[in-house]
């Protein structure tokens, strides 16, 4: 594969940046629910506004185009296109048309669109309704939702993408309440909703599989989240390796197992939860099993930050990108890999000078090159996160993630290129991989 071929591209989600909260006709989703609500402790801000995407949609393909990128991971707002969350009902009109508008607008530039269903943003009525993703009722709507969404804009994709790092969303959002919807159901309820998102991607992966792979001809995955961790020098003992596999088991084994591997949860996970984790019949494995066409990663600041609270003593959580996929290649049978999200962060007063973004961003780009020229991982794709400044989650704006510098004071929510933005035009010009990927070959 020549660098030419390879999908070096920048990303963003929807609830972070569209903004335009109830424009429009979108309905509230649980972000909005949780960023308005009001508690004794913590007056939240909120993303009504955030990057204004939504409305300046077209300045995002300016600012791709000054990169020179090769494609544009962004996801579609559930609430948006169905306010009510039925996806068997009539969709928002201007929001159809609104993503349309931007798939068209990045074929013509020649920037090939990778689409996220669901990154987070689940409609509050559906949370109100079912409980949100602890009801299993969520895998049938989401199934509609995803065959809608292919049906609307499959001939135009070629890279879908189910969720966005459901671990953050078991965890984080049932589990300890840091995220939407912010219920704190500890490990059972991470649990159970984790289950729930994975019947959910797999029943959009088979609907894609049997309804329109054969016309579309697009491919399908589900963007998983992990850390890195490694016994401390010194400590490398036999006991010591194998809790930090089982550190990486925790986290991305956890959705990649059943997924990529056995069609069941890693051993380890069933030892520490026991009848707290749910269980796969034997019919269920073979049907979650091998439902995602390449490996899809999302390595950054949320999982690293957590990392850290699984490590033991005498391990390190360090940010090596190389040696995850490296064990991603030798866990689950040598995947074709897009790096769904890469990048760092800078505290929001540094402004557009982000050295340290720069540092780690440059680290993590040189790290895939290696491993793709040593180790012979087989990467297509890197999206550098994010394109523009957003709402950073709980973090709300006080820190950054863009390419582009968006002062949230104005208005007009200009893009100004970040120093860290010219890291993406050098990588453009990379030797990136040797040998050739098959995968990227016969999909371009």
């Avoid at 949860?265 to 026991?274: A, I, M, Q, R, T």
Wanted: charged share 20%; hydrophobic share 40%; aromatic share 14%.
């Amino acid at each position: 594969m020549s660098p030419q071929r390879f999908l070096w591209g920048s990303g963003t989600s929807a609830y972070q940046t569209e903004g335009a909260w109830n424009q429009d006709g979108k309905g509230p989703s649980i972000w909005d629910s949780f960023t308005h609500s009001v508690t004794e402790k913590l007056d939240r801000m909120t993303a009504n506004v955030a990057s204004d995407s939504y409305n300046r949609w077209e300045e995002d393909v300016k600012a791709l185009e000054y990169l020179s990128v090769r494609s544009y991971s962004f996801s579609l707002s559930w609430p948006r296109l169905f306010p009510d969350g039925n996806a068997r009902g009539q969709p928002n009109s201007a929001a159809v048309e609104h993503y349309s508008r931007l798939i068209e607008k990045l074929l013509e530039k020649k920037i090939q669109p990778i689409v996220t269903l669901h990154h987070w943003d689940l409609p509050q009525v559906l949370q109100e309704r079912y409980g949100g993703w602890k009801n299993d009722t969520l895998v049938g709507l989401f199934e509609d939702y995803a065959a809608f969404c292919f049906h609307t804009f499959g001939s135009r994709v070629r890279y879908w993408l189910t969720m966005h790092n459901p671990f953050l969303m078991a965890v984080q959002g049932y589990g300890t309440g840091v995220h939407a919807p912010g219920e704190k159901g500890g490990p059972a309820g991470s649990l159970i909703v984790a289950h729930n998102l994975i019947r959910a991607h797999a029943k959009a992966w088979h609907t894609y599989n049997n309804h329109f792979r054969s016309t579309q001809m697009g491919k399908v995955s589900i963007v998983l989240g992990s850390h890195w961790v490694e016994p401390q020098r010194g400590q490398t003992t036999a006991v010591n390796v194998g809790l930090c596999q089982q550190s990486i088991e925790a986290v991305l084994g956890w959705f990649a197992n059943p997924i990529f591997g056995n069609g069941d949860y890693p051993v380890s996970l069933k030892d520490k939860h026991g009848a707290l984790l749910p269980t796969f019949t034997p019919e269920e494995k073979l049907w979650v099993q091998k439902t995602a066409d390449f490996f899809a990663l999302s390595f950054g600041p949320n999982n690293l930050r957590l990392g850290r609270n699984l490590v033991h003593y005498g391990q390190t959580v360090t940010p090596d990108l190389r040696r995850l996929l490296g064990w991603i290649k030798l866990e689950y049978g040598d995947p074709s890999v897009l790096v769904a999200e890469g990048g760092w962060f800078s505290e929001a007063r540094v402004g557009r000078e982000d050295t340290v973004a720069i540092y780690l961003m440059k680290s993590f780009i040189n790290q895939v090159l290696r491993a793709i020229k040593f180790d012979g991982v087989q990467v297509f794709g890197y999206s550098a996160w994010s394109l523009v400044d957003g709402f950073e989650w709980n973090y709300d704006y006080t820190i950054r993630r863009g390419l582009f510098y968006v002062d949230f004071s104005q208005q007009d929510r200009t893009r100004t290129p970040k120093t860290s933005q010219g890291l993406v035009s050098l990588a453009l010009h990379a030797d990136w991989a040797k040998p050739a990927n098959p995968f990227l070959e016969s999909h371009m």
